[in-house]
């Protein structure tokens, strides 16, 4: 038997440290293909980029968020104000099918010891993305170097110089936000798509499951007529079996009638035959007597 392939992990950040540091951490466990995306909370988030890669990846990925937890942390990751493009991620993150897991990396044993001491404030902090999912890693490796390749995120198009105040005009504007709107629009259609889907496979279970129900049922009916009719030929035997049993005792009772007769009739007869041979005796002359 095929054994199954293990799951691909997608793994976001903004330090490409803690993503290094992070991926050797899963090869070590021997937890299957890693996949490491980078983005920025200065630059624009790319979610045609995302949505590519979101696409391309089974329902079984892993896909974890690592918040990075340094002295001056206050614990906003997912405050909308402090950390927005963290949380236009994790918002676009928990429209797919697959559990999104957050893994909290402190860069010191003490801000680690101050998360510990304020961990039971976790489900306040992470607000509507609280489902039990939190981690805390504590490998992170600022020296880490490495080779592999990190997916960028970062939306660099539009990009040019500006003067200082100078503000983009509406046509900059739309041509810098169509590529956003474009990227929504394809991860809103394809997690209508997929919805679709599985709500297709579900009505087809649920058809499936009503017709095994009727069947069922047939079944219990048909059963329960089969058992109706084997019950009435049960009393039907009974009742014969009951007249059989009062006829035997008719016939026992006349039989027990006959046999008093049959004894009465020997007594008589047994009557008769001694007052026969006591006539017997007197009408016989006795030897050696003579007539006159």
């Known amino acids: 038997m095929t054994s199954a392939l293990p799951p691909r992990h997608l793994v976001f950040s903004t330090s490409k440290e803690a993503l290094w540091s992070y991926e050797g951490h899963l090869k070590e466990k021997g937890d299957g293909p890693v996949e490491l995306f980078q983005f920025s909370e200065q630059e624009d988030l790319n979610v045609n980029v995302l949505a590519d890669k979101l696409n391309g990846s089974s329902s079984s990925s892993q896909v974890s968020v690592l918040l990075m937890l340094t002295g001056s942390s206050s614990y906003l990751w997912l405050d909308r104000e402090h950390h927005p493009k963290n949380v236009e991620l994790c918002t676009m993150l928990k429209r797919f099918p697959r559990k999104l897991n957050f893994v909290i990396c402190p860069t010191s044993r003490a801000t680690r010891d101050e998360w510990e001491a304020q961990s039971s404030q976790a489900p306040g902090i992470f607000g509507d993305f609280w489902d039990n999912n939190i981690s805390v890693w504590d490998g992170f490796d600022r020296d880490v170097a490495s080779k592999n390749q990190i997916c960028s995120l970062i939306c660099t198009e539009g990009k040019g110089k500006k003067d200082v105040g100078e503000k983009p005009s509406a046509r900059n504007r739309f041509s810098l936000g169509w590529p956003l709107v474009l990227g929504i629009c394809a991860l809103e259609l394809w997690y209508i798509a997929h919805l679709h889907m599985t709500l297709g496979a579900e009505r087809g279970q649920v058809e499936k499951l009503q017709g095994e129900r009727a069947a069922t049922y047939a079944e219990k009916e048909k059963l329960?007529?089969?058992?109706?009719?084997?019950?009435?030929?049960?009393?039907?035997?009974?009742?014969?079996?009951?007249?059989?049993?009062?006829?035997?005792?008719?016939?026992?009772?006349?039989?027990?009638?006959?046999?008093?007769?049959?004894?009465?009739?020997?007594?008589?007869?047994?009557?008769?035959?001694?007052?026969?041979?006591?006539?017997?005796?007197?009408?016989?002359?006795?030897?050696?007597?003579?007539?006159?």
């Open 224 to 292: 329960e007529e089969s058992l109706k009719t084997t019950q009435a030929e049960k009393e039907k035997l009974q009742n014969d079996l009951n007249t059989a049993q009062a006829e035997n005792e008719k016939l026992q009772k006349d039989l027990e009638a006959t046999q008093a007769e049959k004894e009465n009739f020997q007594n008589d007869l047994n009557t008769a035959q001694a007052e026969n041979d006591t006539l017997q005796k007197v009408v016989v002359a006795p030897a050696g007597t003579s007539r006159l």
